[in-house]
Each structure stands twice: as C-alpha cells, then as structure tokens.
C-alpha cells in the first residue's frame, strides 16, 4: 500500500524541524541500562543527536514501561559484549560516535574490550561518559553492586528525609524517588555538552565520569552545610523541638497532625472547600507574605494587633523594632501559630483550584496538591509540553515527560519524539556513519589542563537555588561570573546568605538598583560585557528587564539569554506566568502527595532543593547546548528550563500513562520501605540495612548463609521471611555475606556520618582525587564562622580541569572592582553610593546575628 502524501510531508516536516535542534549531526553510542545512561542518551536524543542504544542479547536489565521514555528518539539493537563478534560491532559503532554513554562498575568496559582510554588515544576527538554507582578512585565502593538503593543508603538519603520524619521517628524512611539516577544524569548530560561545545575550539574530547554516589551529594548540597555557632534566629522550630528532645532524653513520637504546629503559616499546606490540600509557599520574600495575607484579608488585622514588618532585615535581630517581621523565615511560634489559624478559616471558604488563580495571578506562590496521575494529564502539562504523546511499539499512545531543557527557537521539534526502534547492526551503523560529515579543529598539543568554560563571562541574575547554582556549576570549568542583585535586598538573609555559602563561591557579587536610570545603564553595560545571562524568571519578568528576544537583540546579540521557572514549557500554558518554588512543583506534581501517602498527609520531599539542584544542572545543559550550537553555526539560543520540566525526571520509573497502565500504587507515604521485599529497608540486630536486588539475583541467595530458601519462596512471603533472617545478626555481618554473592547491599549512612569521615581541612583541591565523598573545612571562611562544605567533586574530566571555587564573598564585595573595570572612576562609583544606586553591603555581618 502507498504511504500517503500527508503522512511523507509530516515525516518531512519533523526530519526538518529535528535538524534546527542543536545537537543535529552528534552521534552517540548509549551502553546504559536502567536509568542514569539511557536518560543521558534520551536528553541528547531530546536535543537532535542520533542515538544508537545497544541492550544485551536478553533485551533491557530493567523490565519497566519507563525504558519507552528512556530509549525515546533511538535505534535499539542487541549486542553480546562478551562475544569477539558483538565487541567487533561495538567498536564500530564507537568509531562513528562523537559521545559514547555506559553505566557499569568502573572497569567493566574495559574487561569487555573497550577500554576507553585506549578508544581515545587512537579517536582523540571521542567524548566519552561514565556514570558508575561509585567513583573508580573509590577503594572501599567501587565494585559495590550500585542499585538505587545501595547508593541512596551509602550517601544518607534515606537517614536523612527531613526534620518531619525524624519528630515523627520515622528514620530511616525509604524514598521511591531515584534521586542520585536523576541527578547523575543532568551532571552527565550537562558535562557530555559541555565537553562537547569545548572540542569546537580544541578538537579535543575528553573521557568523563559521573560517580552516582558523588552525584547524589551535589543534589543535597544545601542539606550537608555545616555552620559552627549557628546563630539562633535561623533554627525552625521543629529543629529547636528536636533538640529540646533530645536534651531531655524524650522520644520522636510527633504526630503527622501535631507537627503541624511546628511549621511557618508560609510554608504548609491548607484544606480546602473541596477537601483537597493546597501549598503555599510565600515564606522569605519582601512581598510574598504580605500580598498572601492582603488577599486573605488579614493583612490589616494582624497589623493591627502587633505584626511588624522590619525596614532592614539584615540588622542582628537584637537591633529590630519588634520579634517579628513579615517576610522572614522562620516566624516566632507564637505568630506563627495566630497566622497558621486564621488562614485555615480562610481557605476553607473556596476550593483549591480557585486559590491556584488566585495566588498565580497575584503573583505569589501556591499550588493544589496533586498526585502523579492528575498532573501526566494536567491541562497545563499537556499545553505547555511538560508531557508529551508518543506512539511507543509496545504500549502504543504513551504520555511521558516531555524535554528537560530546550533552546526556545528550536523547542517545537522536541515535542514529537520518535518512539524507540528496533534495527538491525547494520541499520545501526549506517545511521551514524550518516552523520559524520563535519570537521573540528586540528587537535594541538595541551600544555595545561583547561575549563571547558575558559574565558566565557557569565552575568547571574537569579536567586534562590536553581538559578544561582546553575551558574555555580559553570564557574567550576572556569567561566567568569558576575552575580547582580538589587541594592535593597528581596528575600531574607536564611535565603540569601545561607544557601549562597554554596553557590555564590567563585563569583564576584555586584549590588545595584536597576531601577533607577543610573542603575539601567550599569546594568546595560554588564549586559554588553558577557557573553551569557541567566535569570530564574517568568515571561513578563524578563520582558519587563528588557531581556526578551527584541530586546536583548539590541543590548547584545551575541549574548545567550538562559531562563529557569517554575512552571515553563516549550509551549506557554494557563500557568506559565505563575511564581513558584521546588516545594511548590512537588505539591504540583504529585511529589508530596507521594512522599506524604495521602490527600490528608502531604510532605515534602525532605531535602532542601530537590528539583532546584537537578533543574539547575539542567540550565547549564541548556547553555552548553547553545555555546555549542553557536560555536558551530553561529546561531544564537536561548537555553530554558523549568522545575516542572526536571520533575518528570525525578520522577522517571512511574512517570508515564498509556491505555491499560496498572494502578499508579507505586510506593507511598511513611510506611513504605521499599519497591518490594528484594529492594527494601530491613532492621538487623544492630542498625538499619537496605538490601538491593532484583529478581534475576534469586539464584545467588543460595549461597548466602541464612538466606538459601529465599529463592524458594513466593514473593508474598519474602517480606517476613527476610525481616526474620537479618534481624538475628548484626548488619555488618549480613553485608559481608551479601556482598560475598554479588549481592546489592549497605549499611544506612547519614549525611553527618559522611560529612565527618570524607572531610578535611580546605586545600585548593576539587576533591575529585579522594574517592566518592569529600568535603571542605573552611576555619577562615569570610563569615567568622568555620564552615564545612561539599567539594565540586561530581564530574571528573581527564581533560578537562575542574577548579576548585574560592569561598562566597560577601554580597557587595565586588562592587567596586567591577564597575571600575567596566569604567566607573572611584568618584563617579561614590556618587552612585551616595545615591543608593549601588552597594557594596546588604549588612555589617556576612551571616546577620
């Protein structure tokens, strides 16, 4: 039967929209199984490389509808690794190949036969990525069998799920979420480009390696920050009520409902005249609270009574007028208390879906609570393109998470991905060898280890996490970064000063008011001075900075403009211009619904920054993507992301709906404590365990001593089977045995424990050299106070250097320096003081007493 005209024309139409997205023309070769290799080979598919995925002679490792997702935009074959045959192919599809992507133990490939330092030495332009569950500099882990679990236990997730579950004394607790996966695969893909946008200029590729575990600790980053001497006026009450507890010896035994009266008013959730819970997230901005309460209609009552709201916020607390001011987190628990009330009453007066208008459209943050179900087909998701259909072979029209990040010119072409294919090795190989056309540079000799962002200036406009960390990230490889923000701070010191003990490092902070004429114009010449600008913010924000298409066109057409938001998409949806935070697009995507169990007990996903982390990762894919399309061809991008769009990947095994799909009764709520009785949090002797296998592992309980008739059970009955078993001997003891059979398995760590044993005094050095763990202790960090910190160990280059980030200034501090390289005289720079058009200081104190 002839295909029809119509159809050949679509077919048309999409091979030429997939040739305007960036990385049309890239080859990649993709080795991976179950998540964190095939994600990274997906999202270089998702932005117009040609993926060609290799599967052993059985198919797929990992039996889940979630690899339709992962193989999306691919040619699939089966190659048996462990033949002279399947390794010949292997190799000639490598030869084709501009990135090569796998996510075995470190090792493996190279017994295989393909040795990747050897595959450069002869194909030095190759960029290669591995992404094992622990570092191959790692003595003690890196033959571990890495599942998920194993190395969420090892690095501390599931000890430390927040300050809810340790009042509730639920500790550990299992998370479905497969956090360090999702995280190792937005450093991958983001380092993979990176790479990639610098071999334009050297013709040199380098051979990288992601370590899962390493991974998962960037994420949680915000959460492994340690301060001595805390100042008082920063702890939450749950933190003071945990260490009231502990000081007088009295049990975690708060009730979900109890621990309510533990939270600030901003940052929880209400019922609603519908029965369903809503949001609200409005906790550290100048104004969030205060338009929250004025729509509420308690503004002028609780101001009435004694609400303050103090002018300078980054005073010492000692010097405010009152205890309390509206906009900082946390609030006294007394106010926090007559708030929290009063707003109850309110929001039972409508249902969530009009509070969701009404706080979008006031420009403040709030969200329904949603489980997964209702946001895959959410109108939203599908206008904006957060979710997209594809005709997959097997489950045929599926809804799955549309593209992590896009370059908005180029965006349309992602939102129909070729469902995966099934080819033959030759199939396979003519397609890359199709590709493979253009020319790089002549490789030249090295003599020093370079950034791969050596030389490119980066203005930093955002706050928060997900945008100044996205920056953070690019600072590591060498980019120059000026970080902007206005003279009279927006959010609270908890929010500014804390987190950016973190991502501020390796910047040079400008304080400016923008608003004003003289400030424009200062803020124009940053503009002209960079060759990338990165904002977390809306469409009408950005278009109102005069930083829209048009607008940056005539500032800078050179530059590339990246934008981070909450709900954004390729396409604009009904909720695009709403504000919101990680915690808002867990309430929105069905995350805290999840992690909480029902409509009645949402939760947040404990760890501060558990999307912001993973979409700034995705900002810095989005700029590598577009540094290499217009290094390339000349055209210039611009890169978008959102927290929506990266919550899809955090959510990858369940995330997807088809026609016939079982029940979404993936694991919920407290109770849960694993995937199954094989994948599964378990209490022996002595401390908590988390055993990580799969059914294909059967066969190796025969020879663990006290686990031979596991085999022979029946999944039902493996549950008790095992609590019994590892409940008579010590932890230490069941992993020696497990291990000894290949078996996935570790000891709960928490991210204390890691931090104290992997931890050193600062030395210059990125920590990339000491295994999966290793954290900086800085005795003369520019606050007064001994800070501990994550090093930026998570990537590491052979080739490429990773610098290790000097320590945050101080807001302002640079100030002067810059303006003065843009221009300014010292006169000209203290009339501007004079005049509050600039800053060098929000406060007398780095860290606000």
């Given at each position: 039967m002839p295909v029809p005209e119509a159809l050949i024309r679509i077919c048309e139409e999409i091979t030429m929209q997939r040739s305007s997205l960036p990385l049309s023309g890239i080859t990649v070769v993709d080795f991976g199984q179950y998540i964190a290799g095939p994600a990274v080979a997906m999202i270089l598919g998702d932005l117009g490389a040609s993926v060609v995925h290799i599967d052993p002679p059985a198919g797929p490792l990992w039996d889940s509808p979630a690899n339709a997702t992962l193989n999306r935009n691919k040619l699939s074959l089966c190659?048996?690794?462990?033949?002279?045959?399947?390794?010949?192919?292997?190799?000639e599809l490598v030869e084709q190949a501009d990135i090569v992507v796998e996510n075995f133990r470190p090792g493996v490939m190279a017994r295989l036969g393909l040795d990747f330092a050897a595959l450069h030495e002869g194909h030095p332009e190759l960029i290669t990525v591995s992404i094992p569950?622990?570092?191959?500099?790692?003595?003690?882990?890196?033959?571990?069998?890495?599942?998920?679990?194993?190395?969420?236990?090892?690095?501390?997730?599931?000890?430390?799920?927040?300050?809810?579950r340790v009042l509730m004394g639920v500790n550990p607790c299992f998370s479905p979420l497969p956090l360090a996966s999702a995280y190792g695969t937005m450093l991958a893909a983001s380092a993979a480009v990176l790479a990639l946008q610098a071999r334009e200029t050297t013709g040199i590729g380098d051979q990288i390696e992601v370590p899962l575990a390493s991974a998962v600790m960037e994420g949680l980053s915000y959460n492994s920050i340690k301060i001595e001497d805390y100042p008082l006026r920063y702890q939450t009450q749950r933190e003071r009520e945990i260490e009231r507890r502990r000081k007088e010896g009295l049990p975690m035994s708060v009730s979900y409902e109890a621990l309510q009266d533990f939270l600030d008013p901003f940052y929880r959730s209400y019922m609603c005249k519908d029965g369903r819970m809503f949001y609200v997230v409005c906790p550290s901005h100048r104004h969030h609270a205060k338009r929250c309460l004025q729509t509420l209609g308690l503004y002028d009552e609780l101001i009435a009574e004694g609400l303050a709201e103090e002018p300078d916020t980054y005073l010492p607390a000692a010097e405010w007028s009152s205890d309390v001011s509206l906009g900082v987190?946390?609030?006294?628990?007394?106010?926090?208390?007559?708030?929290?009330?009063?707003?109850?009453?309110?929001?039972?007066?409508?249902?969530?879906k009009e509070w969701e208008r009404i706080f979008g459209k006031g420009q403040f943050p709030g969200a329904p609570q949603r489980w997964l179900q209702e946001w895959i087909s959410d109108d939203h998701a599908e206008t904006a393109g957060l979710m997209v259909e594809v005709d997959d072979p097997v489950y045929g029209r599926m809804i799955q998470p549309g593209p992590m990040a896009w370059l908005q010119e180029s965006g349309e072409a992602m939102l129909t991905p070729a469902p995966r294919k099934t080819v033959s090795f030759e199939e396979a190989l003519d397609s890359l060898s199709a590709q493979r056309t253009r020319r790089l540079p002549r490789a030249s000799a090295q003599t020093e280890q370079k950034g791969w962002l050596e030389g490119v200036r980066v203005l930093d406009l955002c706050?928060?996490?997900?945008?100044?960390?996205?920056?953070?990230?690019?600072?590591r490889f060498g980019a120059e970064v000026i970080k902007l923000d206005p003279a009279t701070p927006l959010y609270d010191c908890w929010n500014t000063v804390i987190f950016g003990m973190t991502h501020m490092r390796g910047k040079r902070s400008v304080l400016a008011n923008i608003a004003s004429p003289e400030g424009r114009a200062l803020f124009e010449e940053l503009v002209r001075s960079v060759d990338v600008i990165v904002w977390n913010a809306t469409d009408r924000q950005v278009k109102s900075m005069g930083l829209d298409s048009k607008g940056l066109e005539a500032l800078n057409p050179n530059a590339i403009f990246c934008q981070l938001d909450c709900f954004g998409g390729v396409r604009r949806g009904p909720r695009t211009e709403y504000l919101g935070y990680d915690d808002l697009v867990q309430a929105a995507t069905g995350i805290m619904l999840r992690f909480g169990g029902a409509m009645e007990t949402p939760e947040e996903h404990a760890h501060v920054g558990t999307i912001d982390v993973m979409c700034g990762f995705g900002a810095a894919l989005g700029i590598g993507a577009a540094l290499f399309q217009k290094r390339r061809t000349g055209r210039i991008g611009r890169p978008r992301t959102s927290l929506s769009a990266l919550s899809g990947l955090a959510q990858i095994p369940f995330c997807y709906d088809f026609i016939g799909r079982g029940p979404f009764d993936e694991p919920t709520g407290r109770a849960a404590m694993g995937t199954n009785a094989l994948n599964h949090l378990y209490k022996a002797a002595d401390r908590w365990m988390v055993l990580g296998a799969s059914e294909a592992d059967l066969p190796r309980f025969l020879i663990v001593e006290g686990l031979e008739g596991l085999a022979t059970l029946a999944p039902e009955e493996r549950d008790a089977f095992l609590t019994k078993a590892f409940g008579k001997e010590d932890a230490a003891t069941w992993i020696g045995r497990l291990r000894a059979a290949d078996i996935g398995a570790a000891i709960c760590s928490s991210i204390e424990a890691i931090r104290a044993s992997n931890c050193r005094p600062a030395d210059g050095s990125a920590g990339t050299d000491r295994g999966s763990f290793a954290f900086s202790r800085y005795a003369d960090h520019p606050s007064g106070h001994t800070v501990t910190l994550l090093d930026p160990l998570a990537v590491r280059?052979?080739?490429?250097?990773?610098?290790?980030?000097?320590?945050?200034?101080?807001?302002?501090?640079?100030?002067?320096?810059?303006?003065?390289?843009?221009?300014?005289?010292?006169?000209?720079i203290d009339q501007l003081k004079a005049t509050s058009v600039v800053s060098d200081s929000w406060s007398r104190e780095y860290l606000p007493s």
């Open positions: 190659v048996d690794l462990k033949t002279p045959q399947g390794v010949a192919q292997a190799r569950g622990f570092a191959s500099n790692d003595e003690l882990r890196r033959d571990w069998r890495a599942f998920e679990s194993v190395i969420a236990a090892t690095s501390g997730v599931f000890t430390d799920m927040g300050l809810n987190y946390p609030l006294p628990k007394h106010w926090a208390d007559k708030i929290a009330d009063r707003m109850k009453d309110v929001f039972l007066t409508r249902t969530a706050n928060v996490i997900a945008g100044p960390h996205s920056v953070a990230y690019l600072a280059p052979r080739s490429g250097k990773v610098r290790h980030l000097p320590s945050a200034e101080k807001y302002g501090s640079s100030t002067r320096q810059v303006l003065k390289s843009l221009g300014y005289g010292d006169a000209a």
